[in-house]
């Protein structure tokens, strides 16, 4: 099969010749149809530097196969892009082909997409299991991993070697430290400088944060493996009553409406020690606009306590084909090709994306562009899931109480203990009897 026929271009494609040399056959009076080229579109995210890097890529596509490509916007949250993607998918529209989904969609979505093993021609083997298995639903490879994610902290190196600081290793060091280097700034008339930014708006993101501190405490991932909620427990508690003392004190008040992008804005504007972000934000902080351009390092999560352990979300994104797609197999071939290994490669240079086939992490030059995707490999590796396998069709009302308890706790409406054994409750409720 030659190279374009695999990408799914009109050339040796099923479909005949490219749109050009049907055209001439066409004139020199051959019975030959002229082929015609699909207008695919595709639904790209749009934090840091990612909408530019898909229009790149799906360009290049478009430019190899004879097609074109349309791209589409779509809200930065995830929570407010999965309403829209579910208002779409349920009106079978076909106005987005490809869709980009979130680690924790296919078992909420997973029907509306076509099963992409018959185009793959085996590619997934490339990469790393754990996310093909998340995105294969009753045996259907709904969506092919495009790039992975883990919670990262991000710190001014600058800013910590100033004051004597070490980068800290667990959430109380991070408290006293960005209290401590906040103040002695302040003091010295640095006055919009805040000691730590994070997302804590209620969606998605706010999910990401409070699992992050929970399971670094030991306080469990909100419903276990087996279905078992568990999130009513001390150290979870104790684990966002920590994070409730931020708010207005290390944080700025306003971070109960941060998203990722509101977190990297002050971060990367100068005014923030600390930062919890994605592994994208390195690349726009060392931009060569970006105030903070070498001055940003960055680490592991740290522990909750000296018993505890470091824990980054995972997260990361996906492309899925629409089943109401009028052209599944030229979009399939899309897909295809922006999570294959070139594309992988160029947005991780690029765009700090974490690749989702391991050997490039081993590449010279996506070390050389992000030298933690190497320091920080486990990290990746081992980041602590969401619990949307176990709730499948239901997780996004199982993520937005818990969304919901935490952001409550934050603002100071219930306190953490009380939170907690509200939300089990409701849990309870949405559950089959107790269990999910
Ligand atoms: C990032 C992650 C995604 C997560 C989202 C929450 O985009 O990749 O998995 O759901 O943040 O805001």
């Given amino acids: 099969m030659t190279e374009s026929a695999r990408r799914g271009g009109p050339r040796g494609g099923p479909r005949g010749g490219l749109l050009s040399v049907g055209a001439v056959a066409l004139a020199a009076g051959a019975a030959q149809p002229a082929a015609e080229a699909a207008e695919i579109s595709i639904a790209c995210g749009a934090l840091g530097v990612e909408f530019q890097l898909c229009k790149d890529g799906a360009e290049a596509w478009a430019a190899e196969s004879g097609h074109s490509v349309r791209l589409v916007n779509t809200p930065n949250s995830a929570t407010e892009r999965l309403a829209l993607y579910q208002q779409l998918l349920a009106a079978r529209a076909k106005d987005i082909d490809v869709f980009q989904i979130d680690v924790i969609w296919p078992g909420m979505l997973a029907n509306h997409f076509i099963d992409l093993t018959p185009f793959s021609q085996g590619a997934e083997a490339a990469h790393f299991p754990a996310i093909v298995e998340n995105n294969t639903v009753d045996g259907r490879l709904v969506a092919m991993p495009w790039f992975?994610?883990?919670?990262?902290?991000?710190?001014?190196?600058?800013?910590?070697?100033?004051?004597?600081?070490?980068?800290?290793?667990?959430?109380?060091?991070?408290?006293?430290?960005?209290?401590?280097?906040?103040?002695?700034?302040?003091a010295a008339g640095n006055d919009k400088l805040w000691g730590f930014v994070w997302q804590g708006k209620a969606y998605e993101g706010l999910t990401c944060n409070a699992l992050e501190w929970i399971d670094s405490h030991g306080g469990g991932a909100v419903v276990d493996a087996r279905g078992k909620i568990t999130v009513n427990n001390p150290k979870a508690a104790e684990a966002l009553d920590l994070a409730a003392g931020w708010v207005g004190a290390i944080s700025p008040p306003g971070v109960l409406n941060y998203s990722e992008e509101e977190a990297r804005g002050v971060f990367q504007s100068g005014n923030a020690v600390f930062m919890r972000n994605w592994p994208y934000a390195w690349a726009p902080a060392n931009g060569a606009d970006s105030p903070v351009r070498d001055l940003v390092g960055v680490s592991a999560l740290p522990r909750g306590g000296a018993e505890g352990k470091q824990s980054g979300t995972l997260g990361g994104w996906q492309l899925a084909v629409s089943k109401y797609s009028d052209h599944p197999e030229v979009a399939a071939s899309l897909v295809?090709?922006?999570?294959?290994?070139?594309?992988?490669?160029?947005?991780a240079i690029v765009g700090a994306y974490n690749p989702t086939i391991a050997s490039l992490y081993k590449d010279a030059q996506v070390l050389s562009a992000n030298p933690f995707f190497g320091s920080l490999y486990d990290t990746f590796t081992n980041a602590v899931a969401r619990p949307s396998k176990i709730a499948g069709a239901k997780y996004n009302r199982l993520s937005s109480e818990f969304w919901n308890a935490a952001h409550a706790v934050l603002s100071g409406k219930s306190d953490a203990t009380t939170g907690l054994a509200r939300l089990e409750r409701k849990l309870k409720r949405i559950s089959r009897n107790g269990r999910w």
């Fill in 148 to 186: 992975t994610d883990a919670g990262l902290l991000y710190y001014r190196k600058d800013l910590l070697e100033k004051h004597g600081k070490a980068v800290p290793a667990t959430w109380r060091e991070l408290t006293e430290t960005a209290a401590a280097v906040q103040a002695a700034e302040r």
């Fill in 336 to 347: 295809l090709y922006l999570t294959g290994l070139e594309e992988q490669k160029r947005r």
